[in-house]
């Protein structure tokens, strides 16, 4: 296909694929799109059409794309991300009028200890823009991304799409948060002792401090694993358990009264908290006023050097 050809392209067909081949479903791609389900269902006859192949296959409830599918979104993604780009480049932003709407990622002890500062700012610059926020971790970042379900996140990042730029915001050490008030610093064998309450998105009852533990020959008991920061305060209280969270989570925890915060009795690790963002949206005005906002109001970059 030549360059005049492109003319007979609807490229709003070109979306609806992108979004088949995140949702694998016409009923969730028709939701994604604020479009009916038969549209979606005429725009999908009309690209089997475009590209003289069935695209996607019913495999139960879900839609599996052929091989000629993953082959056309491989080269497709990227197109698509170049012109956005190119044309969210070309657009102004001011915040002072904008009421733009945007989709942004947070694990919950960002959301729980580091949202309030950015949003408190975000409200001052720009009081008519929307923020959308999604709940995500390591796990969930790489899709969000992808799919753009989200334009940016913040959590502990490891794999992220191929498209996907990420920048570190700040190092956060973990800080023990019990309610007692038993003077001094709790030894590694009161550590050890003491009931643990656990903050596990998945329910886990282990995590990273039991791998540390175990690299000293010691362990922990766990007795209480909740989704969220939010209610930790109040879990804690009048109890002897104590809890392990990032520093500036503790700091939040801490500033309601009731609770205090030591170090670990160990050395700790220390995790990079990391900003990530979709590729196609690095050049778009408004959202490289939000990062920038991001960067300054969760970032810490003491911590970094």
Known sequence: MNRNDLRRVDFNL???????????????AAERL?????????????????FD???????????????????????????????????????????????AVFRIGLSDDVEFGLLPPLL??????APN????????????MPNLLSSGEISVGVSYTDELPANAKRKGLRRSKPRVLRADAVPGSLSLDDYCARPHALVSFAGDLGGYIDTQLAELGRS????????????????????????TVPDYAAAALTAGGGLREDDLPFEGPAFELSMAWRGAQDNDPAERWLRSRIQMFIGDPDSLN
């Open 129 to 140: 823009v929307v923020l959308v926020v999604r709940r995500a971790n390591y796990l969930l």
């Open 120 to 125: 408190r700012r975000i409200r001052a610059e």
């Open 34 to 50: 604020f479009l009916g389900q038969p549209a979606i269902s005429a725009a999908l006859a009309r690209l089997r059409s475009l």
């Open 220 to 243: 922990r008991r766990v007795v209480l694993a909740v989704p969220q920061f939010n209610g930790l305060s109040t879990l804690l209280a009048g109890t002897d358990i104590i809890a």
């Open 53 to 99: 192949d069935p695209l996607f296959v019913r495999t139960g409830r879900n839609m599996e794309p052929t091989s000629r599918a993953e082959e056309i979104f491989r080269h497709l993604q990227p197109a698509l991300d170049s012109i956005s780009n190119a044309l969210s480049s070309t657009s102004d932003f001011d915040p002072a009028t904008s009421d």
């Open 14 to 28: 070109l979306i609806v694929f992108e979004t088949l081949m995140h949702e694998r479903s016409v009923t969730r």
